[in-house]
Protein backbone atom coordinates (compact mmCIF):
# COMPACT_ATOMS: atom_id res chain seq x y z
CA UNK A 1 0.00 0.00 0.00
CA UNK A 2 0.92 3.89 -0.65
CA UNK A 3 0.79 5.97 2.57
CA UNK A 4 1.08 9.71 1.91
CA UNK A 5 2.21 12.29 4.62
CA UNK A 6 1.86 15.88 3.93
CA UNK A 7 2.26 18.88 5.77
CA UNK A 8 -0.64 19.02 8.12
CA UNK A 9 0.94 15.29 9.22
CA UNK A 10 3.86 16.77 10.65
CA UNK A 11 2.63 17.27 14.05
CA UNK A 12 2.84 13.92 14.16
CA UNK A 13 6.51 13.44 14.77
CA UNK A 14 6.15 9.64 16.57
CA UNK A 15 4.49 8.03 13.30
CA UNK A 16 7.63 5.59 12.55
CA UNK A 17 8.77 3.24 9.45
CA UNK A 18 11.01 0.17 9.48
CA UNK A 19 12.77 -1.88 6.88
CA UNK A 20 14.31 -5.21 8.43
CA UNK A 21 17.40 -7.09 6.57
CA UNK A 22 16.75 -10.53 7.22
CA UNK A 23 19.05 -10.86 9.91
CA UNK A 24 17.50 -9.04 12.87
CA UNK A 25 19.17 -6.25 11.69
CA UNK A 26 16.68 -3.31 10.30
CA UNK A 27 16.73 0.76 9.69
CA UNK A 28 13.79 2.80 11.94
CA UNK A 29 13.59 6.25 12.34
CA UNK A 30 10.27 8.40 12.37
CA UNK A 31 8.19 9.99 9.36
CA UNK A 32 10.01 13.16 10.26
CA UNK A 33 13.52 11.25 9.73
CA UNK A 34 14.39 11.72 13.90
CA UNK A 35 14.95 9.19 16.27
CA UNK A 36 12.13 9.06 19.05
CA UNK A 37 13.54 6.20 20.95
CA UNK A 38 16.77 4.43 21.72
CA UNK A 39 16.12 1.43 19.95
CA UNK A 40 16.15 3.46 16.58
CA UNK A 41 19.07 3.65 14.07
CA UNK A 42 19.56 3.68 10.81
CA UNK A 43 21.92 0.37 10.85
CA UNK A 44 20.72 -1.65 13.74
CA UNK A 45 22.93 -4.38 12.63
CA UNK A 46 22.19 -8.32 14.00
CA UNK A 47 26.21 -9.02 14.44
CA UNK A 48 24.77 -12.42 15.16
CA UNK A 49 21.33 -13.03 13.57
CA UNK A 50 18.82 -12.31 14.93
CA UNK A 51 18.85 -11.23 18.47
CA UNK A 52 22.97 -9.67 18.92
CA UNK A 53 22.40 -6.55 17.82
CA UNK A 54 24.61 -3.05 18.02
CA UNK A 55 23.02 0.56 16.95
CA UNK A 56 25.87 1.80 14.70
CA UNK A 57 24.91 4.89 12.76
CA UNK A 58 22.06 6.08 14.94
CA UNK A 59 20.70 9.23 12.61
CA UNK A 60 21.77 11.55 10.07
CA UNK A 61 22.06 15.07 10.57
CA UNK A 62 21.64 16.89 7.44
CA UNK A 63 21.77 20.83 6.48
CA UNK A 64 21.26 22.50 2.86
CA UNK A 65 22.89 25.50 2.06
CA UNK A 66 21.77 27.39 -0.78
CA UNK A 67 23.93 30.49 -1.53
CA UNK A 68 24.43 32.01 2.10
CA UNK A 69 21.36 30.21 3.45
CA UNK A 70 21.81 27.05 5.45
CA UNK A 71 18.41 24.79 6.35
CA UNK A 72 18.08 21.48 8.16
CA UNK A 73 16.50 19.04 6.28
CA UNK A 74 16.86 16.56 9.26
CA UNK A 75 14.55 16.96 12.44
CA UNK A 76 16.07 15.89 15.88
CA UNK A 77 15.35 17.07 19.80
CA UNK A 78 17.99 16.84 21.86
CA UNK A 79 17.95 17.18 25.93
CA UNK A 80 19.77 19.73 27.96
CA UNK A 81 18.69 22.88 25.84
CA UNK A 82 20.31 21.70 22.80
CA UNK A 83 18.90 23.82 19.82
CA UNK A 84 16.76 21.51 18.00
CA UNK A 85 16.83 20.51 14.12
CA UNK A 86 13.47 21.14 12.78
CA UNK A 87 14.11 20.12 9.30
CA UNK A 88 10.11 19.10 9.36
CA UNK A 89 9.50 22.59 8.55
CA UNK A 90 11.09 21.82 5.20
CA UNK A 91 9.28 18.68 4.75
CA UNK A 92 6.84 18.99 1.99
CA UNK A 93 5.96 14.79 1.71
CA UNK A 94 6.93 11.17 3.79
CA UNK A 95 5.33 8.43 1.77
CA UNK A 96 5.40 5.04 2.26
CA UNK A 97 5.23 2.33 -0.45
CA UNK A 98 7.26 -0.36 0.77
CA UNK A 99 10.08 1.78 1.52
CA UNK A 100 10.41 5.39 2.96
CA UNK A 101 10.76 8.44 0.73
CA UNK A 102 11.09 12.05 1.92
CA UNK A 103 10.35 15.33 -0.57
CA UNK A 104 12.01 18.57 0.64
CA UNK A 105 11.62 21.69 -1.06
CA UNK A 106 14.13 24.68 0.22
CA UNK A 107 14.80 28.20 -1.63
CA UNK A 108 14.21 26.11 -5.06
CA UNK A 109 16.27 23.34 -4.76
CA UNK A 110 14.18 19.97 -4.00
CA UNK A 111 15.82 16.62 -2.53
CA UNK A 112 14.38 13.84 -2.07
CA UNK A 113 15.64 10.80 0.13
CA UNK A 114 15.28 7.41 -0.18
CA UNK A 115 16.36 4.62 1.80
CA UNK A 116 17.05 0.76 1.59
CA UNK A 117 18.49 -2.26 3.24
CA UNK A 118 20.19 -5.46 2.05
CA UNK A 119 18.27 -8.11 2.59
CA UNK A 120 20.79 -10.51 4.21
CA UNK A 121 23.28 -8.22 4.98
CA UNK A 122 24.00 -5.71 7.28
CA UNK A 123 24.11 -2.86 4.96
CA UNK A 124 21.83 0.38 5.12
CA UNK A 125 21.58 2.82 2.35
CA UNK A 126 20.90 6.28 1.89
CA UNK A 127 20.16 7.94 -1.71
CA UNK A 128 19.44 11.71 -1.99
CA UNK A 129 18.43 13.22 -6.08
CA UNK A 130 18.89 16.92 -5.34
CA UNK A 131 17.73 19.64 -8.43
CA UNK A 132 18.56 22.94 -7.92
CA UNK A 133 16.11 25.25 -9.94
CA UNK A 134 17.90 28.30 -7.68
CA UNK A 135 20.30 30.51 -9.23
CA UNK A 136 22.89 29.42 -6.61
CA UNK A 137 25.44 26.67 -6.04
CA UNK A 138 23.54 24.25 -3.32
CA UNK A 139 25.62 21.93 -0.79
CA UNK A 140 24.17 18.67 0.91
CA UNK A 141 26.23 18.39 4.17
CA UNK A 142 25.77 15.21 6.03
CA UNK A 143 27.08 14.09 9.24
CA UNK A 144 26.28 10.23 10.12
CA UNK A 145 25.36 10.07 13.88
CA UNK A 146 26.96 6.91 15.74
CA UNK A 147 26.68 4.97 18.89
CA UNK A 148 28.27 1.59 18.10
CA UNK A 149 26.50 -0.11 21.22
CA UNK A 150 24.23 -2.61 22.16
CA UNK A 151 20.80 -1.93 21.00
CA UNK A 152 19.24 0.12 23.64
CA UNK A 153 22.22 1.57 25.13
CA UNK A 154 23.97 4.93 24.48
CA UNK A 155 27.31 5.54 23.24
CA UNK A 156 30.27 5.58 25.18
CA UNK A 157 33.09 6.57 22.98
CA UNK A 158 33.10 8.40 19.99
CA UNK A 159 33.81 7.37 16.76
CA UNK A 160 36.56 7.75 14.79
CA UNK A 161 36.82 8.44 10.85
CA UNK A 162 40.00 5.87 8.96
CA UNK A 163 40.60 4.30 6.08
CA UNK A 164 37.37 5.04 4.97
CA UNK A 165 35.29 4.13 7.67
CA UNK A 166 33.46 4.55 11.04
CA UNK A 167 34.95 2.66 14.14
CA UNK A 168 33.87 2.74 17.59
CA UNK A 169 32.88 0.00 20.25
CA UNK A 170 34.97 -2.56 18.61
CA UNK A 171 32.97 -2.58 15.26
CA UNK A 172 34.93 -1.58 11.90
CA UNK A 173 31.83 0.03 9.70
CA UNK A 174 33.10 0.70 6.03
CA UNK A 175 31.04 3.81 4.41
CA UNK A 176 30.71 4.19 0.28
CA UNK A 177 29.61 7.70 -1.01
CA UNK A 178 29.68 9.65 -4.14
CA UNK A 179 30.48 12.44 -1.87
CA UNK A 180 33.47 14.18 -0.32
CA UNK A 181 34.31 12.68 3.45
CA UNK A 182 35.41 15.31 5.81
CA UNK A 183 36.86 13.99 8.90
CA UNK A 184 36.01 16.30 11.95
CA UNK A 185 36.91 16.43 15.75
CA UNK A 186 34.06 14.01 17.81
CA UNK A 187 30.99 16.33 18.13
CA UNK A 188 28.54 14.68 20.49
CA UNK A 189 24.69 15.31 21.47
CA UNK A 190 22.20 14.43 23.66
CA UNK A 191 19.25 13.30 21.21
CA UNK A 192 15.67 12.96 23.80
CA UNK A 193 13.57 9.77 23.03
CA UNK A 194 10.45 11.06 24.16
CA UNK A 195 8.49 7.60 22.75
CA UNK A 196 10.71 6.09 25.81
CA UNK A 197 10.20 8.33 28.50
CA UNK A 198 6.61 8.28 28.48
CA UNK A 199 7.27 4.43 29.38
CA UNK A 200 9.60 4.48 31.99
CA UNK A 201 12.92 4.18 29.88
CA UNK A 202 15.88 6.48 28.88
CA UNK A 203 15.00 9.67 28.47
CA UNK A 204 18.05 11.01 26.36
CA UNK A 205 21.04 9.28 25.18
CA UNK A 206 24.33 10.13 23.87
CA UNK A 207 25.85 9.99 20.34
CA UNK A 208 28.84 11.47 18.51
CA UNK A 209 30.21 12.57 14.67
CA UNK A 210 33.16 12.41 13.58
CA UNK A 211 33.07 13.46 9.99
CA UNK A 212 30.74 15.48 7.09
CA UNK A 213 29.88 14.16 3.74
CA UNK A 214 29.42 17.20 1.31
CA UNK A 215 27.68 16.87 -2.24
CA UNK A 216 27.60 20.49 -4.12
CA UNK A 217 25.33 21.09 -6.92
CA UNK A 218 25.67 24.11 -9.47
CA UNK A 219 22.49 26.00 -10.73
CA UNK A 220 20.19 24.11 -12.68
CA UNK A 221 21.68 21.10 -12.17
CA UNK A 222 20.63 17.72 -10.50
CA UNK A 223 22.93 15.73 -8.56
CA UNK A 224 22.95 12.74 -6.81
CA UNK A 225 24.32 11.86 -3.35
CA UNK A 226 24.47 8.10 -2.51
CA UNK A 227 25.91 6.58 0.95
CA UNK A 228 25.79 3.57 2.11
CA UNK A 229 26.89 2.03 5.14
CA UNK A 230 28.11 -1.83 5.27
CA UNK A 231 29.49 -4.44 7.40
CA UNK A 232 29.69 -6.58 4.64
CA UNK A 233 31.57 -5.77 1.13
CA UNK A 234 28.76 -5.93 -0.83
CA UNK A 235 30.04 -3.78 -3.43
CA UNK A 236 26.51 -2.28 -4.52
CA UNK A 237 25.53 1.25 -4.86
CA UNK A 238 22.91 2.67 -3.22
CA UNK A 239 20.56 3.00 -6.31
CA UNK A 240 21.18 -0.77 -6.53
CA UNK A 241 19.88 -1.45 -3.33
CA UNK A 242 17.02 0.68 -3.68
CA UNK A 243 15.95 -1.23 -7.06
CA UNK A 244 16.44 -4.13 -5.43
CA UNK A 245 14.43 -3.53 -2.10
CA UNK A 246 11.69 -2.98 -4.80
CA UNK A 247 11.69 -5.84 -6.41
CA UNK A 248 11.73 -8.06 -3.32
CA UNK A 249 8.38 -6.13 -2.01
CA UNK A 250 6.84 -6.16 -4.98
CA UNK A 251 7.18 -10.27 -4.93
CA UNK A 252 6.42 -10.59 -1.43
CA UNK A 253 2.97 -8.47 -2.06
CA UNK A 254 2.31 -11.17 -4.96
CA UNK A 255 2.74 -13.85 -2.33
CA UNK A 256 -0.10 -16.26 -1.46
CA UNK A 257 -2.90 -15.40 -3.62
CA UNK A 258 -4.30 -11.92 -1.74
CA UNK A 259 -6.05 -9.67 -3.64
CA UNK A 260 -6.97 -7.30 -0.74
CA UNK A 261 -4.43 -4.31 -0.60
CA UNK A 262 -4.61 -4.65 3.10
CA UNK A 263 -3.59 -8.59 3.31
CA UNK A 264 -0.69 -7.73 0.36
CA UNK A 265 0.88 -5.08 2.58
CA UNK A 266 0.42 -7.22 5.56
CA UNK A 267 2.11 -9.70 3.42
CA UNK A 268 5.34 -7.58 3.18
CA UNK A 269 5.21 -6.81 6.23
CA UNK A 270 5.57 -10.24 7.50
CA UNK A 271 8.51 -10.23 5.30
CA UNK A 272 10.43 -8.46 8.06
CA UNK A 273 10.25 -10.38 11.12
CA UNK A 274 11.77 -14.10 8.96
CA UNK A 275 15.16 -14.11 10.13
CA UNK A 276 18.11 -17.01 9.79
CA UNK A 277 19.20 -17.75 13.45
CA UNK A 278 22.59 -18.11 13.47
CA UNK A 279 22.96 -20.52 16.26
CA UNK A 280 20.62 -23.19 14.65
CA UNK A 281 21.42 -22.40 11.04
CA UNK A 282 17.62 -22.84 10.66
CA UNK A 283 14.54 -19.86 10.17
CA UNK A 284 13.12 -18.14 13.26
CA UNK A 285 10.43 -15.11 13.66
CA UNK A 286 11.68 -12.06 15.31
CA UNK A 287 8.52 -11.74 17.66
CA UNK A 288 8.33 -7.70 17.58
CA UNK A 289 10.56 -4.33 16.87
CA UNK A 290 12.25 -2.82 18.32
CA UNK A 291 11.97 -4.69 21.94
CA UNK A 292 11.87 -8.50 21.32
CA UNK A 293 14.07 -11.37 19.24
CA UNK A 294 12.97 -14.88 18.73
CA UNK A 295 10.37 -16.51 20.72
CA UNK A 296 9.00 -20.45 20.48
CA UNK A 297 5.60 -19.10 21.75
CA UNK A 298 5.13 -16.43 19.12
CA UNK A 299 6.71 -18.12 16.53
CA UNK A 300 4.53 -20.47 16.37
CA UNK A 301 1.53 -18.34 16.80
CA UNK A 302 2.92 -16.02 13.83
CA UNK A 303 3.64 -18.69 11.81
CA UNK A 304 0.82 -19.76 10.23
CA UNK A 305 -0.45 -16.44 9.14
CA UNK A 306 3.67 -14.98 8.46
CA UNK A 307 5.00 -18.33 6.34
CA UNK A 308 1.86 -20.42 5.59
CA UNK A 309 -0.54 -17.72 4.33
CA UNK A 310 2.13 -15.95 2.28
CA UNK A 311 3.12 -19.42 0.59
CA UNK A 312 6.36 -19.35 2.14
CA UNK A 313 6.36 -23.75 2.46
CA UNK A 314 9.95 -23.95 2.62
CA UNK A 315 11.08 -21.22 5.37
CA UNK A 316 7.97 -22.21 7.31
CA UNK A 317 9.76 -26.20 7.68
CA UNK A 318 12.95 -24.62 7.64
CA UNK A 319 11.14 -22.68 11.26
CA UNK A 320 9.48 -25.94 12.28
CA UNK A 321 12.80 -28.06 12.03
CA UNK A 322 14.60 -25.59 14.31
CA UNK A 323 12.21 -26.21 17.03
CA UNK A 324 11.94 -29.93 16.64
CA UNK A 325 15.56 -30.87 16.58
CA UNK A 326 15.43 -29.00 20.24
CA UNK A 327 12.78 -30.52 22.06
CA UNK A 328 13.57 -31.47 25.33
CA UNK A 329 11.17 -33.46 27.70
CA UNK A 330 8.60 -32.77 25.56
CA UNK A 331 8.89 -29.29 25.49
CA UNK A 332 10.04 -26.68 22.79
CA UNK A 333 12.60 -23.63 23.55
CA UNK A 334 11.04 -20.58 24.42
CA UNK A 335 14.26 -18.49 24.16
CA UNK A 336 17.20 -19.42 22.36
CA UNK A 337 19.80 -17.56 24.63
CA UNK A 338 23.16 -16.56 23.03
CA UNK A 339 27.01 -17.41 24.07
CA UNK A 340 26.59 -20.75 24.36
CA UNK A 341 23.77 -20.96 27.06
CA UNK A 342 20.84 -23.70 27.06
CA UNK A 343 17.95 -22.79 25.41
CA UNK A 344 14.76 -21.97 28.17
CA UNK A 345 12.06 -24.13 28.04
CA UNK A 346 9.81 -21.54 29.77
CA UNK A 347 6.46 -21.94 28.46
CA UNK A 348 3.79 -24.95 28.06
CA UNK A 349 2.31 -24.03 24.78
CA UNK A 350 5.06 -23.28 22.49
CA UNK A 351 5.32 -27.47 21.95
CA UNK A 352 1.37 -28.03 21.42
CA UNK A 353 0.96 -25.07 19.16
CA UNK A 354 3.96 -26.68 17.54
CA UNK A 355 2.00 -29.89 17.10
CA UNK A 356 -0.16 -27.39 15.53
CA UNK A 357 1.77 -25.47 12.98
CA UNK A 358 3.18 -29.48 11.62
CA UNK A 359 -1.19 -29.80 11.35
CA UNK A 360 -1.43 -26.88 9.35
CA UNK A 361 1.70 -27.27 7.11
CA UNK A 362 0.84 -30.56 6.39
CA UNK A 363 -2.54 -29.55 5.14
CA UNK A 364 -1.03 -26.81 2.79
CA UNK A 365 1.43 -29.17 1.24
CA UNK A 366 0.89 -32.79 1.65
CA UNK A 367 4.46 -33.46 2.90
CA UNK A 368 4.31 -36.69 4.15
CA UNK A 369 7.99 -37.18 4.20
CA UNK A 370 8.15 -34.16 6.58
CA UNK A 371 5.66 -35.59 8.88
CA UNK A 372 7.94 -38.82 9.11
CA UNK A 373 10.12 -36.67 10.13
CA UNK A 374 8.38 -34.54 12.78
CA UNK A 375 6.32 -37.55 13.87
CA UNK A 376 8.55 -39.03 16.72
CA UNK A 377 8.88 -35.14 18.29
CA UNK A 378 5.20 -34.84 18.56
CA UNK A 379 4.86 -38.05 19.92
CA UNK A 380 7.51 -37.56 22.32
CA UNK A 381 5.20 -34.05 23.27
CA UNK A 382 2.36 -35.84 23.95
CA UNK A 383 4.12 -38.90 26.43
CA UNK A 384 5.86 -36.03 28.14
CA UNK A 385 2.93 -34.03 28.53
CA UNK A 386 1.01 -37.29 29.85
CA UNK A 387 3.29 -38.38 32.41
CA UNK A 388 4.60 -34.69 33.67
CA UNK A 389 7.69 -32.40 32.43
CA UNK A 390 9.43 -29.26 33.69
CA UNK A 391 7.10 -25.91 34.84
CA UNK A 392 5.16 -28.67 37.00
CA UNK A 393 3.41 -29.54 33.54
CA UNK A 394 1.32 -32.38 33.37
CA UNK A 395 -1.95 -34.19 32.83
CA UNK A 396 -4.08 -35.44 35.51
CA UNK A 397 -6.50 -37.95 35.97
CA UNK A 398 -9.43 -36.23 33.79
CA UNK A 399 -7.31 -36.02 30.90
CA UNK A 400 -6.71 -31.83 31.26
CA UNK A 401 -3.41 -30.43 30.93
CA UNK A 402 -2.08 -28.23 34.19
CA UNK A 403 0.53 -25.92 34.27
CA UNK A 404 2.91 -23.63 36.16
CA UNK A 405 4.55 -23.19 40.47
CA UNK A 406 5.78 -20.96 41.95
CA UNK A 407 6.59 -17.77 40.28
CA UNK A 408 6.03 -19.29 36.89
CA UNK A 409 4.25 -18.17 34.28
CA UNK A 410 4.08 -20.77 31.06
CA UNK A 411 1.55 -19.41 29.29
CA UNK A 412 1.71 -16.30 27.15
CA UNK A 413 0.38 -14.20 30.05
CA UNK A 414 3.28 -13.91 31.28
CA UNK A 415 4.22 -11.22 33.82
CA UNK A 416 6.18 -11.36 37.10
CA UNK A 417 6.45 -7.89 38.73
CA UNK A 418 8.81 -7.77 41.72
CA UNK A 419 7.27 -11.04 42.75
CA UNK A 420 3.39 -9.98 41.84
CA UNK A 421 1.68 -12.70 39.25
CA UNK A 422 -0.64 -9.98 37.81
CA UNK A 423 -2.49 -12.81 36.21
CA UNK A 424 -2.26 -15.96 37.68
CA UNK A 425 -2.83 -18.84 35.65
CA UNK A 426 -1.35 -22.00 37.47
CA UNK A 427 -3.76 -24.96 37.06
CA UNK A 428 -5.79 -25.87 34.10
CA UNK A 429 -5.51 -22.73 31.50
CA UNK A 430 -8.74 -22.99 28.97
CA UNK A 431 -6.26 -22.58 25.63
CA UNK A 432 -3.84 -24.65 27.18
CA UNK A 433 -6.50 -27.96 27.01
CA UNK A 434 -7.79 -26.69 24.12
CA UNK A 435 -4.64 -26.61 22.36
CA UNK A 436 -4.31 -30.13 23.90
CA UNK A 437 -7.07 -31.32 22.64
CA UNK A 438 -6.48 -29.99 19.37
CA UNK A 439 -2.88 -32.12 19.19
CA UNK A 440 -4.57 -35.35 20.22
CA UNK A 441 -6.86 -34.97 17.66
CA UNK A 442 -4.05 -34.24 15.62
CA UNK A 443 -1.93 -37.32 16.12
CA UNK A 444 -4.57 -39.49 15.98
CA UNK A 445 -5.31 -38.00 12.31
CA UNK A 446 -1.69 -38.68 11.48
CA UNK A 447 -1.16 -41.75 13.03
CA UNK A 448 -2.97 -43.81 9.94
CA UNK A 449 0.44 -41.91 7.58
CA UNK A 450 2.62 -43.60 10.44
CA UNK A 451 0.84 -47.50 10.22
CA UNK A 452 -0.58 -46.59 13.35
CA UNK A 453 -4.17 -47.02 14.67
CA UNK A 454 -4.62 -43.66 16.67
CA UNK A 455 -6.65 -44.99 18.93
CA UNK A 456 -4.89 -44.13 22.35
CA UNK A 457 -5.28 -40.69 21.04
CA UNK A 458 -8.56 -40.49 20.15
CA UNK A 459 -9.53 -42.59 23.50
CA UNK A 460 -7.38 -39.52 25.03
CA UNK A 461 -8.99 -36.84 23.68
CA UNK A 462 -12.33 -38.40 24.48
CA UNK A 463 -11.94 -37.78 28.17
CA UNK A 464 -10.24 -34.57 27.62
CA UNK A 465 -13.30 -33.53 26.02
CA UNK A 466 -15.67 -34.64 28.50
CA UNK A 467 -13.75 -32.91 31.57
CA UNK A 468 -13.91 -30.04 29.38
CA UNK A 469 -16.77 -29.61 28.61
CA UNK A 470 -17.58 -30.52 32.30
CA UNK A 471 -15.47 -27.96 33.90
CA UNK A 472 -14.53 -25.27 31.86
CA UNK A 473 -18.14 -24.32 30.57
CA UNK A 474 -20.61 -22.30 32.66
CA UNK A 475 -23.97 -22.80 31.01
CA UNK A 476 -25.58 -19.36 33.42
CA UNK A 477 -23.09 -17.08 31.62
CA UNK A 478 -22.55 -18.76 28.74
CA UNK A 479 -18.82 -18.70 28.61
CA UNK A 480 -15.96 -20.37 29.66
CA UNK A 481 -13.64 -20.75 32.35
CA UNK A 482 -10.11 -18.60 32.08
CA UNK A 483 -8.26 -21.48 34.11
CA UNK A 484 -9.19 -24.15 36.58
CA UNK A 485 -7.49 -23.43 40.04
CA UNK A 486 -9.58 -23.06 42.82
CA UNK A 487 -9.32 -18.69 42.94
CA UNK A 488 -11.30 -15.86 41.92
CA UNK A 489 -9.60 -15.80 38.54
CA UNK A 490 -10.94 -18.66 37.53
CA UNK A 491 -14.16 -17.47 35.91
CA UNK A 492 -12.65 -14.05 34.84
CA UNK A 493 -13.91 -13.33 31.73
CA UNK A 494 -10.83 -13.50 29.21
CA UNK A 495 -10.18 -13.53 25.57
CA UNK A 496 -8.09 -17.21 26.07
CA UNK A 497 -11.42 -19.04 25.18
CA UNK A 498 -11.79 -17.78 21.78
CA UNK A 499 -8.63 -20.34 20.86
CA UNK A 500 -11.12 -23.09 22.01
CA UNK A 501 -13.39 -22.30 19.03
CA UNK A 502 -11.33 -21.40 16.25
CA UNK A 503 -8.78 -23.93 16.46
CA UNK A 504 -8.93 -26.83 13.82
CA UNK A 505 -10.46 -29.40 16.53
CA UNK A 506 -12.10 -28.21 18.89
CA UNK A 507 -14.66 -29.93 21.94
CA UNK A 508 -17.88 -27.64 22.57
CA UNK A 509 -21.21 -28.28 20.69
CA UNK A 510 -21.92 -25.22 18.11
CA UNK A 511 -24.54 -23.13 20.00
CA UNK A 512 -21.82 -23.38 22.93
CA UNK A 513 -19.24 -21.79 20.38
CA UNK A 514 -22.06 -19.21 18.95
CA UNK A 515 -22.05 -18.00 22.48
CA UNK A 516 -18.64 -18.02 23.55
CA UNK A 517 -17.99 -15.71 20.23
CA UNK A 518 -21.03 -13.66 21.11
CA UNK A 519 -19.84 -13.67 24.64
CA UNK A 520 -16.43 -12.24 23.68
CA UNK A 521 -18.06 -9.51 21.20
CA UNK A 522 -19.94 -8.21 23.38
CA UNK A 523 -17.32 -7.25 26.00
CA UNK A 524 -13.78 -7.88 24.59
CA UNK A 525 -13.90 -7.36 21.04
CA UNK A 526 -12.20 -3.66 19.99
CA UNK A 527 -11.84 -3.30 16.26
CA UNK A 528 -8.11 -2.41 16.95
CA UNK A 529 -8.02 -6.42 19.37
CA UNK A 530 -9.46 -8.40 21.80
CA UNK A 531 -9.20 -7.04 25.52
CA UNK A 532 -8.02 -9.20 27.66
CA UNK A 533 -10.08 -9.01 30.33
CA UNK A 534 -13.56 -7.47 30.85
CA UNK A 535 -14.10 -3.91 31.35
CA UNK A 536 -16.14 -4.57 34.05
CA UNK A 537 -14.01 -6.50 36.20
CA UNK A 538 -12.54 -5.00 39.27
CA UNK A 539 -9.13 -5.67 38.26
CA UNK A 540 -9.39 -4.18 34.66
CA UNK A 541 -6.29 -1.54 33.84
CA UNK A 542 -7.82 0.79 30.74
CA UNK A 543 -4.56 2.68 30.25
CA UNK A 544 -1.04 0.85 29.55
CA UNK A 545 1.34 3.69 30.32
CA UNK A 546 4.09 4.35 32.67
CA UNK A 547 7.15 3.06 34.16
CA UNK A 548 7.87 -0.77 33.33
CA UNK A 549 6.19 -1.74 36.63
CA UNK A 550 3.10 0.13 35.87
CA UNK A 551 3.10 -1.52 32.30
CA UNK A 552 3.37 -4.82 33.22
CA UNK A 553 0.78 -4.53 36.17
CA UNK A 554 -1.80 -3.43 32.73
CA UNK A 555 -0.62 -5.90 30.34
CA UNK A 556 -2.95 -8.16 30.46
CA UNK A 557 -5.69 -6.63 32.67
CA UNK A 558 -7.56 -5.46 30.18
CA UNK A 559 -4.85 -4.25 27.31
CA UNK A 560 -5.85 -4.46 24.12
CA UNK A 561 -3.91 -7.27 21.82
CA UNK A 562 -4.78 -7.52 18.43
CA UNK A 563 -3.21 -10.88 17.78
CA UNK A 564 -6.23 -12.87 19.53
CA UNK A 565 -8.57 -10.55 16.82
CA UNK A 566 -7.39 -13.29 14.47
CA UNK A 567 -8.92 -16.17 16.23
CA UNK A 568 -11.56 -13.91 16.84
CA UNK A 569 -12.57 -13.50 13.31
CA UNK A 570 -11.84 -17.06 12.48
CA UNK A 571 -14.44 -17.82 15.20
CA UNK A 572 -16.98 -16.10 13.77
CA UNK A 573 -16.83 -16.88 10.41
CA UNK A 574 -17.38 -20.64 11.78
CA UNK A 575 -19.78 -20.16 13.89
CA UNK A 576 -21.82 -18.73 11.21
CA UNK A 577 -21.13 -21.53 8.59
CA UNK A 578 -18.29 -19.37 6.56
CA UNK A 579 -21.47 -17.74 5.13
CA UNK A 580 -20.66 -15.28 2.75
CA UNK A 581 -23.10 -12.35 4.34
CA UNK A 582 -20.80 -13.25 7.35
CA UNK A 583 -17.74 -12.44 5.32
CA UNK A 584 -19.36 -9.52 4.77
CA UNK A 585 -19.70 -8.45 8.32
CA UNK A 586 -16.22 -9.49 8.61
CA UNK A 587 -14.97 -7.32 6.47
CA UNK A 588 -17.03 -3.98 7.42
CA UNK A 589 -15.29 -4.25 11.02
CA UNK A 590 -11.10 -5.08 8.89
CA UNK A 591 -11.88 -1.28 7.38
CA UNK A 592 -10.15 -0.02 10.50
CA UNK A 593 -6.79 -1.96 9.75
CA UNK A 594 -5.72 0.18 7.21
CA UNK A 595 -6.19 3.36 9.88
CA UNK A 596 -4.32 1.03 12.17
CA UNK A 597 -1.70 0.36 9.62
CA UNK A 598 -1.50 3.88 9.12
CA UNK A 599 -0.95 4.96 12.61
CA UNK A 600 2.46 3.77 14.41
CA UNK A 601 4.93 1.98 12.83
CA UNK A 602 3.47 2.69 8.99
CA UNK A 603 2.63 -0.57 7.11
CA UNK A 604 2.94 -2.51 10.57
CA UNK A 605 0.50 -4.07 13.33
CA UNK A 606 1.36 -2.89 16.66
CA UNK A 607 2.09 -5.18 19.75
CA UNK A 608 -1.09 -3.79 22.20
CA UNK A 609 -3.00 -0.93 22.99
CA UNK A 610 -5.19 0.96 25.66
CA UNK A 611 -7.75 -1.23 27.02
CA UNK A 612 -10.35 1.33 27.75
CA UNK A 613 -9.92 3.24 24.40
CA UNK A 614 -7.69 1.83 21.84
CA UNK A 615 -6.06 5.09 20.39
CA UNK A 616 -2.56 5.13 19.94
CA UNK A 617 -0.59 2.14 19.78
CA UNK A 618 1.42 0.98 22.38
CA UNK A 619 4.57 -1.11 23.09
CA UNK A 620 6.65 -3.09 20.15
CA UNK A 621 5.65 -0.82 17.24
CA UNK A 622 5.88 -3.71 14.62
CA UNK A 623 4.65 -7.41 15.89
CA UNK A 624 4.76 -10.77 14.34
CA UNK A 625 1.80 -12.54 15.52
CA UNK A 626 -0.19 -9.67 14.88
CA UNK A 627 0.31 -9.21 11.41
CA UNK A 628 0.26 -13.27 10.85
CA UNK A 629 -3.30 -13.85 12.68
CA UNK A 630 -4.67 -10.96 10.62
CA UNK A 631 -3.38 -12.33 7.20
CA UNK A 632 -5.17 -15.67 8.61
CA UNK A 633 -8.47 -14.01 8.57
CA UNK A 634 -7.99 -12.01 5.00
CA UNK A 635 -6.65 -15.76 3.65
CA UNK A 636 -10.03 -17.39 4.65
CA UNK A 637 -12.23 -14.12 3.67
CA UNK A 638 -10.57 -14.67 -0.14
CA UNK A 639 -11.23 -18.03 -0.17
CA UNK A 640 -14.92 -17.82 0.80
CA UNK A 641 -15.40 -14.95 -1.40
CA UNK A 642 -13.82 -17.20 -4.67
CA UNK A 643 -16.79 -19.87 -3.51
CA UNK A 644 -19.09 -17.25 -4.00
CA UNK A 645 -17.75 -14.61 -6.39
CA UNK A 646 -21.22 -12.95 -6.45
CA UNK A 647 -20.84 -11.85 -3.24
CA UNK A 648 -17.27 -10.86 -2.48
CA UNK A 649 -16.47 -8.04 -0.51
Not at 416 to 432: A, F, Q, S, W, Y
Request: charged share 25%; net charge negative; with cysteine.
Amino acid sequence: MRFVFGKQDMVHLSHCWLLANGLGGYMSASAAFSVTRCDQGLLVAAVTAPSVRVTTVQRLSEELTVGEETHFLSTQTFAGGQPQEEGYKNLSSFVWDGGPSWLYHVSGVQVRRRCAMEYGANTAAVVYDIENRSDAPCTLAVRPVCLFAPKGETAKTAPVWSGCALHGGGVDLPVYTNGTVLPTAALWETPAYPDDAKDGRIEAGRAASCCVIRRTVQPGESGTLEIVFSLEDTGRSGRELLAEQSRRLRMLGDAGTFRDPVARQLARSADAFVARRDSTGGTTIVAGYPFFADWGRDTMIALPGCLLSTGRYEEARGALRTFLAYERDGLVPNLFPEGGEEPRYNTVDAALLLVNCVWLYYQRTGDEAFVREAWPVLRRIVSAYRRGTRHAIGMDGDGLIRAGEGLDQVTWMDVCVDGILPTPRHGKPVEINAYWYNALRILQELASLMGETGGEYAALAGRTRESFLEKFWMEDRGYLRDVLSGTAADEQLRCNQIWAVSLPFTMLTPEQERRVVDTVYRDLYTPCGLRTLAPWDREFHPVYAGAQRERDMAYHQGTVWPFPLGAYYLAYLKTRGNAPEAARTVREQLESVEAMLREGCVGFLPEVYDGGTPGPSKGCFAQAWSVGELLRVYETLEEIEREDPDDAG
